[in-house]
């Protein structure tokens, strides 16, 4: 429960909303109770009026609630006929009946209606938080979880902001005004009618302590099987190329029927839970009827039908609220198992802040990264160890290796996903970590090696983070990464819509839309993560010469596993296992005839030889 302590934010956001909203709840309840009233003066009236021979006066008058003593009052000194008492009466309880109703529609349209603005507010507290962490947690936790935790997970939360609150104040606002009324009318027919709701209490005790268990395991099963159908989705081409539907759906079988056995285990706990608080219910009934009519039959304890009835009625009443406590006890447990699950994002501390007293400058380019160590904190890994290396504003830089020799954690640290284990990063003079985030990412521009088109047009991608762009902007900047005939070929051309990732899109495409997505912003740093990839020779060569001329005032650090000897790079950078082995232009490294020569030499034995 004390999970559910996050939502008091929510809740005194909206507390008008809400103060209201249980002020309707009272009144409903209050015209509610005011019909056994009613009833019982009728059913007393017309005994009295028959003067049927077993009619008892009761002793002492009832005592009424003060709307119903002057309802009492007026009819009896009007003068009516029984049959006209009867008619106004039944006309009353139909009104008090149509109050209800009344305040119940008031009721829902504040309550309900404040629970939907509070999910609507918690899924983007949630949402504006996930944008905040860092690199590292998206890296160590599954997408469909994330998924879950803002679909699923806020919908059970939403059922304890609405239905439950509803429901709990509905419950203690009839059990208030039902036994506050049923004492005034009999104290010790009260206790009898009353004694199984002790059971009932400790009944819901411990099931709802089972609850909230199977709750917990059944929203980690669904966190899983959301997990699951993601990553099928999302790999179908992979699993249709080495024909392993039939093994994923395996896979997908086991974690369905996981959920299935503990959702139906659950299933059969409230099945045997709600039919025994009717059970309980009903038994206060049968006492009510039984103990009020001995006390009749004997006529010791100033009780008549009409008590009977009105006791009858009361209990009716509760029947629905108290049957609830199972349900509203279900939900709130429930939603507090998922506000857990919550609460663990929403108290994650992203490891990338944003610094105190951050400095907004602009760029110029200059970089340089002395004594950076840098492991990666979800696999330990050592990607960098004392690189040292001094860029100077408007150089072309190009940094070389294999696959794993830390290139890409250059770009990763230069835009501050990660932070480097020791040393620093310095542009312009300024640690790279008294740079304020926003202002650091919003003037590098940056291909990464992984390109992620979103489901838009193309024109969208292009201009993806920019503030202002026009149409101008986006056919130099396709140009730029010679892209420009393809988009032309297409059928909407620039507003031809990308599907997911865009899947609609050959390799090359997309990677010449993501550069032209980094050129649009014209900044003076830009980073090249291996774009360049799946694109042909003569593609690679156009793109390079138009690269040129648009980086000649820029910085470009230009990472890749091949070697463009036809670009003129103002220094070139070997890495091999996080560690600089070599540093120099083109040529000055193929006379030194090293590492860099032999990587050279053998991509030269490639091109001669495709078959290779």
Known sequence: MKQLKALNKYFWKYRIRLSIGIVFVFLSNYFNVLSPQVTGFVIDFVEKSLKLSDYRPPKTPPKYDILVQKFIHTVENSGYSLASVVALCGITILGLALLRGFFLFLMRQTIIVMSRHIEFDQKNEIYRHYQKLDTAFFKSHNTGDLMNRISEDVSRVRMFTGPAIMYLANLIAVISLSVFFMLKRNVELTLYVLAPLPLLAITIYFVNNIINKRSERIQALLSD???????????????????????????????????RKNAVGLAKVEAIYFPSITLLIGLSTLLTIMIGGLYYIYGDRNIGIDAIVEFVMYINMLTFPVSAIGLTASMIQRAAASQRRINEFLLTDPAIREPDDAEHIKLQGDISFHNVNFIYPHTGIRALK?????????????????????????????????????????????????IGVKTLREQISYVPQDVFLFSDTVENNILFGMKEGGKEDVLQAATQASVQKEIESFPEQYDTMIGERGVTLSGGQKQRISIARAL????????????????????????????????????????????????????IVVLKDGEIVEEGTHSELIDANGYYAGLYARQQEQEDDPGT
Do not use: W
């Open 520 to 571: 649009v912003k014209d900044p003076n740093l830009v980073v090249f993560d291996d774009c360049l990839s799946a694109v042909d020779a003569k593609t690679e060569q156009e793109i390079l010469s138009s690269l040129y001329e648009y980086l000649k005032e820029k910085t470009a650090i230009i990472i890749t596993h091949r070697i463009f000897s036809l670009f003129n790079f103002d220094k």
């Open 225 to 259: 099987l959301t997990t699951n159908a993601q990553e099928s989705y999302s790999g179908i081409r992979v699993i249709k190329s080495f024909v392993q539907e039939r093994a994923m759906l395996g896979f997908f079988s086991k974690n369905s029927e996981d959920y």
């Open 386 to 434: 004392n690189f040292d290396l001094e860029i100077k504003r408007g150089e072309k830089v190009a940094i070389v290796g294999r696959t794993g020799s830390g290139k890409s954690t250059i770009a990763q640290l230069l835009l501050r996903m990660y932070d480097p284990t020791e040393g620093e990063i310095k542009l312009d003079g300024i640690d790279i970590r008294k």
